[in-house]
């Protein structure tokens, strides 16, 4: 796929993504947390985890599996983030996903990955810089600007904290990942 047929997809998607949410703007609870749009955020993160680690499974090269497990962790550790289990109802779900153990299990998942990384360092980062240059790695950064600009949102350091916007670029990022 060309750069140019990626971003014309891209400015699609982002585009009737916006004007979706837009469209229930009003609707009650659409920001709320666990509601519509963090479970949007949560179906997002979660294909885009499977999808890595499907992809690392099929890889071939040492290198690529390196990088496309990384990319995995990277969505997994965003839905891990992202995702309230403390109001499920499952009284295990938040010592598993929340606080030190959350930490621990997360942090020594980064370890492995990071492990293998520098035990491949020189052609995994080969491999990172080949596949930077491709369309399918567009998505993937333009997505960070959208937690940037959540980001930013949330911790008040652009306009006023507003719900709603935060999870509105949140929702465009993870539809990105």
């Not at 911790?155 to 709603?164: A, H, S, T």
Request: proline share 5%; aromatic share 12%.
């Amino acid at each position: 796929m060309k750069k140019t047929t990626c971003g014309v997809l891209i400015v699609l998607a982002i585009g009737i993504n916006t004007a979706i949410w837009l469209r229930l703007k009003n609707h009650p609870g659409i920001s709320a947390e666990n509601g519509p749009m963090e479970n949007f955020q949560a179906a997002c993160l979660a294909t885009s985890f499977l999808l890595w680690l499907i992809a690392s499974f099929a890889s071939k090269n040492r290198a690529e599996k390196i990088l496309l497990v990384g990319l995995a962790l990277f969505s997994l550790s965003f839905l891990v983030l992202e995702v309230d289990t403390r109001k499920l109802g499952i009284p295990i779900l938040p010592k598993i996903f929340h606080g030190p153990v959350r930490n621990t299990w997360l942090g020594a998942l980064w370890l492995v990955v990071g492990w293998f990384f520098l035990k491949n360092a020189r052609p995994t980062w080969s491999e990172f810089l080949c596949w930077i240059k491709t369309p399918s790695s567009i998505p993937m950064i333009l997505s960070g600007f959208f937690w940037i600009a959540s980001g930013l949102n949330d911790k008040k350091l652009v306009g006023r904290k507003d719900l709603y916007f935060e999870e509105l670029m949140e929702v465009n990022s993870t539809l990105l990942m």
